[in-house]
C-alpha cells in the first residue's frame, strides 16, 4: 500500500542557515505521525512545504505513490491537503462563519449562501465544543477561541491529510481532550495525520508513530509501543533531560503587586483582587474565556480598565497605559508573541533594545555598538537561534521567538514580569530553559505573574495558583493543594470547599 504523502530527501536553504538538509518522511491513511524537534529542527518548515506556502530548493513529494509538485495552497487544498497553522491565518474584520470558509464560500444562485454557510459553521463548533456564535467577528475573540476556529476550518475541507502545527498551544486541558478525540475520530475515518506538537504527553496519547528531526535532518523514529517521554526526548535533543521540574521551594518577600478590585472590559461586573510577592510565581489557571488574559493585559495598560487599583511596591499604578506600567517596572510578555509582542519584520536587535531605546541614545542618535552588545549579550544568554542579531524576526522560529520578546524585557530590569503562556509553541529544551529564567528571576526578588493553560506548566513552577471562572476569582491554591483535579474542580465554578 503506497502512503497518502510521501516525501523524500526535501531540502530548504534560507540566507545564512539550511532550514531542512535532506528530510523524508511518509503517512498512511488512518495514521496519526507526530513530528517532534526542538524548535528550528525544521518541523513547521517541512509542513509548510506539503501545505504549499514553501517551496522546496531539493526532494520529491509523492502523493498515492505520484510524483507532484504543490506550487500553492489551493494546489495543496486540491490534493486532499490541509494546513492548521501555528501562526493563526485568521482576518480579525469578518465573522466566525466567513473565516470557516474564506475563499471557499457555499453558493446559491451566484450568491453567497449566508444560511448554509452559518449552518455548517455552527455545526463545526459544536463538534469542536466551542459555545459562541458564528456571527461573531473575530477580533472578539481570544487567541484560543481563534485557534479553535482554525481547526474548525481545516475540519470544513475534508481533507485527506490533516497537517496540525501546534494545535493546543493555546487550548486548556478540556479544549485539548475535546480537540483528540476529533483527531481519533479522523483517523478512525481513514484521515493521515501529521501533529506537530511540544506537549509531549498528548503525543503519547494520539501519536502511532513519532518522526524526529534535529538540525534540519531526521534524528530517529519510534513505533506505537517505543512512544514515551523519555525517548522522545533524546531523539530530540541527542541526550537526556530532566523532565521540566518544578521550581522549589521559595521564600518569598513583601508583596509586590497588589490588585484591589479590578474589572475588565470583558467582564465589567466582576472584580478581581490579589496579590503577588517579590519572588514568587504566582499563576492564573483557568478555561477558555474565564478572563486571564483580560486581567493581565488591564494590569498592563493594553486593555481599558473598568474599575480598580493596581499598585507595585506600595506605589499606584496609572490604568490604561502601558509606558507607566513599564516605567513602574512591569513587563509583560503577551500570548500572541507574533503580532502584539514583536515587529516581525525588525531584528532581533531591534525588536530586543525597541523598549528602552533611550538608554541608547547619545546625542539624540542611538550608539549602535552599545545596542548591539545588549542585544547580543542577552541573545546569547537566552540561547537565541539565529544567524546574527540581524537577523529578522520574520526568520526565526516560534521558540526562538518567545526568547526575543523575554529577552527585549530582561534589558528593562523588571520588578514584575507578566508572562501570558509563556512556552505556548515552545519545545522541551527551550521551556527548561525558561523555567531556569523563571527560577533565576524569583531568586533575585523579581515577582512573575503566569497565566498558564498547560497543566504540567502550572502544577511544576508555581508557588499559588488562582483559578478564574467567568471573570471571577473562585479559588487560591497553595502549592501542596494543587492537583489537577482541584484546578479543575475550581476552574468550572466550584468554589473551595464546595
Known amino acids: 500500500m503506497n502512503p497518502l504523502v510521501d516525501v523524500r530527501g526535501a531540502v530548504k536553504r534560507y540566507p545564512g542557515v539550511t532550514a531542512l538538509g535532506g528530510v523524508s518522511i511518509n503517512l498512511f491513511a488512518g495514521e496519526v505521525v507526530a513530528l517532534i524537534g526542538e524548535n528550528g529542527a525544521g518541523k513547521s518548515t517541512l509542513m509548510k512545504i506539503l501545505g504549499g506556502l514553501v517551496h522546496p530548493d531539493e526532494g520529491e513529494i509523492l502523493i498515492d505513490g505520484a510524483p507532484v509538485t504543490i506550487e500553492s495552497v489551493s494546489k495543496a487544498n486540491n490534493l486532499g491537503i490541509a494546513l492548521i497553522h501555528q501562526e493563526l491565518n485568521t482576518l480579525d474584520n469578518i465573522d466566525v462563519a466567513g473565516n470557516v470558509f474564506l475563499g471557499r464560500e457555499p453558493r446559491r444562485f451566484g450568491l453567497i449562501d449566508r444560511a448554509k454557510m452559518r449552518a455548517e459553521a455552527s455545526a463545526l463548533l459544536e463538534k469542536l465544543g466551542l459555545p459562541i456564535s458564528v456571527d461573531t467577528p473575530l477580533d472578539r475573540l481570544s487567541l484560543a477561541q481563534k485557534q479553535m476556529v482554525e481547526i474548525a476550518k481545516a475540519l470544513s475541507q475534508e481533507a485527506r491529510v490533516l497537517i496540525m502545527d501546534e494545535p493546543t498551544s493555546s487550548l486548556t486541558l478540556t479544549e485539548t481532550e475535546q480537540l483528540l478525540r ?108 474565564a478572563g486571564r488574559s483580560e486581567v493581565v493585559q488591564t494590569i498592563f495598560g493594553t486593555d481599558p480598565s473598568e474599575g480598580g487599583e493596581v499598585s507595585l511596591d506600595g506605589a499606584s499604578v496609572a490604568l490604561g497605559s502601558p509606558q507607566a506600567a513599564i516605567d513602574a517596572g512591569i513587563c509583560l510578555v503577551p500570548e500572541d508573541r507574533r503580532n502584539v509582542g514583536l515587529i516581525v519584520e525588525w531584528s532581533v536587535r531591534m525588536n530586543m533594545t525597541l523598549p528602552g531605546l533611550s538608554r541608547f541614545a547619545r546625542a539624540g542618535l542611538i550608539d549602535q555598538k552599545s545596542e548591539c552588545a545588549a542585544a547580543g549579550t542577552e541573545s546569547k544568554t537566552l540561547g537565541v537561534k539565529a544567524a546574527s542579531i540581524e537577523t529578522k524576526v520574520a526568520d526565526l522560529s516560534g521558540g526562538n521567538q518567545q526568547k526575543v520578546v523575554v529577552g527585549k524585557w530582561m534589558l528593562q530590569s523588571p ?30 526578588g523579581v515577582a512573575i505573574l503566569m497565566v498558564s493553560s498547560d497543566m504540567e506548566e502550572v502544577l511544576g513552577v508555581s508557588d499559588r495558583v488562582a483559578v478564574m ?25 466550584r468554589g473551595q470547599g464546595a
Open 182 to 289: 476529533i483527531v481519533s475520530d479522523l483517523r478512525s475515518r481513514g484521515v493521515g495525520i501529521a501533529y506537530i506538537s511540544h506537549r509531549l504527553g498528548e503525543v503519547t496519547e494520539i501519536a502511532d508513530r513519532v518522526v524526529a528531526l534535529r538540525d534540519g535532518k531526521n534524528a530517529g523514529e519510534l513505533k506505537k509501543e517505543e512512544i514515551t517521554h523519555d525517548n522522545m526526548v533524546r531523539l530530540m535533543v541527542g541526550r537526556d533531560l530532566d523532565r521540566v521540574s518544578t521550581v522549589g521551594e521559595r521564600k518569598s518577600g513583601e508583596n509586590r503587586l497588589v490588585v484591589r478590585d479590578l474589572k475588565t472590559r470583558r467582564y465589567p461586573h466582576r472584580a478581581v483582587s490579589f496579590e503577588v510577592k517579590a519572588g514568587e510565581i504566582y499563576c492564573l489557571a483557568g478555561l477558555v474565556g
Open 415 to 444: 520588578k514584575l514580569l507578566i508572562m501570558d503562556e509563556p512556552t505556548r509553541g515552545v519545545d522541551v529544551g527551550a521551556k527548561a530553559e525558561i523555567y531556569e529564567l523563571m527560577r533565576r528571576l524569583t531568586e533575585s
Open 469 to 493: 471562572h467567568e471573570g471571577s476569582i473562585t479559588g487560591v491554591l497553595t502549592r501542596k493543594e494543587c492537583s489537577e483535579e482541584s484546578i479543575m474542580q475550581l476552574a468550572v465554578g
